[in-house]
């Protein structure tokens, strides 16, 4: 219940709103997530948290880039997201990216999220090969959601307009 300072790391973080509010600082723009959604952020991002409240529950999900190479394989086509992640996993070019998809609630997310949250708590036998395929999953299910997607900090003008346009043809 304090805020956290902005910062970078050499993760990749997930974040999953399970009730209530939580306020990102992302680059200097203020995102505040509710209920069900969910922020994707490369290592690059530099990004901080604002004080949440008692009812106020997100979890973050922090992994390497290797994590992603399971998921990765089961979006096999090109999309927001595989885009994102083979972007994260290149690191070619230190560009500092995020998602924010607003879902409200959907519940095969939110058991799938659920679901991983268990098994690391409870240091299940495959917890990292079971959270590998269920992280695949939920990216299976973000597909669905693709118009959920409100921001994306992408510098490069070229993904603006695609991203546009596909949001245009989505309506």
């Not at 219940?1 to 974040?15: L, T």
């Not at 922090?62 to 394989?73: S, T, V």
């Not at 519940?107 to 269920?134: F, K, P, R, T, V």
Request: charged fraction near 20%; include cysteine; proline fraction near 2%.
């Amino acid at each position: 219940f304090i805020d956290f300072p902005a910062h970078r790391h050499k993760y990749i973080e997930i974040m999953y709103v399970c009730q209530g509010r939580i306020t990102h600082n992302l680059d200097g723009k203020e995102v505040t997530l509710q209920k069900g959604d969910m922020l994707l952020l490369n290592q690059h991002v530099q990004h901080g948290v604002r004080r949440a409240e008692y009812e106020d529950i997100g979890i973050n999900f922090i992994a390497l880039p290797e994590f992603f190479d399971i998921p990765l394989q089961m979006l096999n086509e090109n999309n927001t997201l595989a885009e994102f992640l083979v972007n994260t996993l290149r690191q070619n070019r230190p560009i500092s990216h995020y998602l924010v998809f607003r879902l409200e609630e959907d519940h095969a997310i939110e058991n799938l999220m659920e679901n991983m949250i268990i098994s690391m708590l409870n240091d299940d036998q495959n917890e990292d090969s079971i959270n590998q395929y269920s992280m695949g999953i939920v990216f299976l299910y973000l597909l669905r959601h693709v118009d959920c997607l409100t921001q994306s900090s992408s510098q490069s003008y070229k993904d603006v307009v695609v991203q546009s346009t596909l949001s245009y043809i989505d309506t």
